[in-house]
C-alpha cells in the first residue's frame, strides 16, 4: 500500500488544516523575526552591533519566515527559483512525499550516513 490510502489523506487533510489557519501559525512564527534571544548566526568576537531602537530585524529569520508562507500558499522553490503557479492541496502533499521518499535526499539528511560501512 505504500504512500497511498488512509496516510496520503490524513496528510492532505492536515495541509488543508494548516492552509485554512495560516494567519494565527505565522503570527506565532513571526515571532522569531523580532526575538533578541534567538541566534541565527553568531556575530564575531569582540564586535557588538547594538541597535538605536532596540528592535532587532534578524534577515535571516525573515528570509526563513517568508520561505514557510510561501509553501503554505502553495508556491514550492526548487534550489533557487520558485515555481509559477501554486500547488492545490493534493498536488502538495504529492510533491512532499515524492520528496521524502526519493532516495538521493534520503541519505543526505540522515547526519549519521556512512556510505563506505
Not at 76 to 84: D, E, L, V, Y
Request: some cysteine; overall charge neutral.
Amino acid at each position: 500500500m505504500g504512500c497511498e490510502g488512509v496516510f496520503r489523506q490524513a496528510c492532505e487533510v492536515t495541509m488543508r488544516v494548516i492552509q485554512n489557519q495560516m494567519d494565527p501559525l505565522m503570527s506565532v512564527l513571526k515571532t522569531f523575526i523580532y526575538d533578541p534571544l534567538v541566534e541565527w548566526n553568531k556575530p564575531a568576537k569582540g564586535r557588538s552591533n547594538p541597535q538605536e531602537s532596540g528592535e532587532i530585524n534578524n534577515e535571516q529569520a525573515l528570509t526563513h519566515v517568508q520561505n514557510i508562507e510561501a509553501r503554505l500558499k502553495g508556491i514550492m522553490k526548487s534550489r533557487s527559483k520558485a515555481r509559477g503557479l501554486p500547488l492545490s492541496t493534493e498536488g502538495h502533499v504529492n510533491v512532499l512525499i515524492k520528496n521524502a521518499t526519493d532516495e538521493n535526499l534520503l541519505c543526505t539528511m540522515y547526519i549519521g550516513w556512512a556510505p563506505y560501512i
